[in-house]
């Protein structure tokens, strides 16, 4: 299991926005998550924006369906960053079948 | 006003505008006050120019509301330069006034509003006029690219798009107590507390977003979304989804 922590990655950003930095986080966790568990440590950060959750972590759900909830957990996560992830859930996952 | 439209360097960003004279006065530290147009090309570096942008504002105090303030230009930002195939990118200008109230101006000169949603096959029949656009644009998951004419040479089928950033930044300034104003085509519209209103305009070929936050104030982000994912759910059929874990 492997940690990576966002504000490491974003040095001095309380809030996370734009897809392509959604996109190239979601390449950097991909990397990690093809070897390993990951949780992903949003310690510090006030909000992500809706375009920065459906870039990185909507492909993941897209791509991968609900297994990937086995091995991709979320930790430190205010109020606002667990609205956005949830509503990207809600709406990447929708379409895929439930883990058997 | 000569003097401000010089020191925001809009004679850079608009050599076509002859200007008037040379600057007779002295170049002060905008830290604090406003920041000078921005020409922002590329949605590769979005969260960066708002960043930077929030830095300077911001650069003399701490405001609760900086966070909505980013989100706010970063999406309308990543919005212009998706949809609206516009040659020039975006601009964006912000301006920090002592009453805890922020400006901001995210423009283009691209495709316009209504012509980006004629191209989404699910609503392309109710927008028959700019004003019509304009609303149906505020409304969550409308501008977003899922209901869209398959085209892979357009820029917007790069990336995702739920279409809710528009949606957001609105609920974000009536909730601070702010507006947001939407020029599209033929068609002006203020969004505020109270409600909408429609202004008469001369026009504009493509969009213009202007927003004023309280920055002393928080939106909450999160009840916001939650109420559009309630909207969303309607219908949906949710029976077995799993949700993320939080640790």
């Given at each position: ?48 924006t809706q375009s920065f959750s459906d870039e990185f972590l909507g492909p993941i759900f897209a791509h991968e369906g609900q297994d990937i909830l086995r091995t991709l957990k979320f ?23 439930a883990v058997s | 006003m000569n003097r401000y439209i010089q020191r925001v360097n809009f004679f850079n960003c608009c050599p076509g505008f002859a200007q008037q004279r040379e600057e ?30 929030i830095r300077v504002i911001f650069s003399q105090m701490v405001a609760p509301g900086e966070s909505e303030v980013k989100t706010a230009l970063s999406e309308l930002m990543d919005n ?168």
């Open positions: 299991m492997q940690i990576i922590k966002v504000n490491e990655v974003f040095k001095d950003e309380k809030c996370i926005s734009g897809k392509a930095t959604g996109s190239f986080f979601r390449n950097e966790v991909e990397i990690v998550l093809a070897k390993t568990p990951v949780i992903i440590d949003f310690e510090g950060i006030e909000v992500i930790k430190n996560c205010s109020e606002d960053v667990q609205a956005v992830i949830l509503s990207t859930a809600h709406r990447f996952l929708s379409d895929t079948k | 007779s006065f002295q170049r002060h530290d905008a830290g604090g006050r406003f920041v000078p147009i921005t020409e922002i090309y590329s949605m590769d570096n979005t969260d960066a120019v708002a960043q930077d942008i212009a330069l998706q949809h609206s195939s516009s040659l020039i990118g975006c601009i964006a200008q912000t301006q920090l006034y002592r009453n805890s109230f922020v400006d901001g101006v995210i423009l283009d000169c691209g495709i316009g509003i209504r012509q980006h949603l004629r191209g989404n096959i699910k609503i392309s029949a109710e927008v028959t006029t700019d004003a019509k656009a304009l609303l149906k644009a505020l409304e969550p998951h409308i501008s977003g690219t899922h209901n869209r004419k398959k085209d892979f040479e357009r820029r917007e089928n790069r990336y995702n798009n739920a279409g809710l950033g528009l949606s957001i930044c609105c609920e974000i300034m009536k909730r601070t107590g702010g507006f947001l104003q939407l020029i599209s085509g033929q068609a002006c519209v203020i969004i505020d507390p109270k409600g909408i209103q429609h202004i008469p305009i001369a026009g504009w070929p493509g969009t213009v977003v202007v927003f004023r936050a309280n920055y002393q104030k928080l939106a909450h982000i999160a009840d916001i979304i939650k109420e559009f994912d309630i909207q969303k759910s309607k219908g949906d059929n949710l029976k077995g989804q799993k949700k993320p874990e939080f640790i």
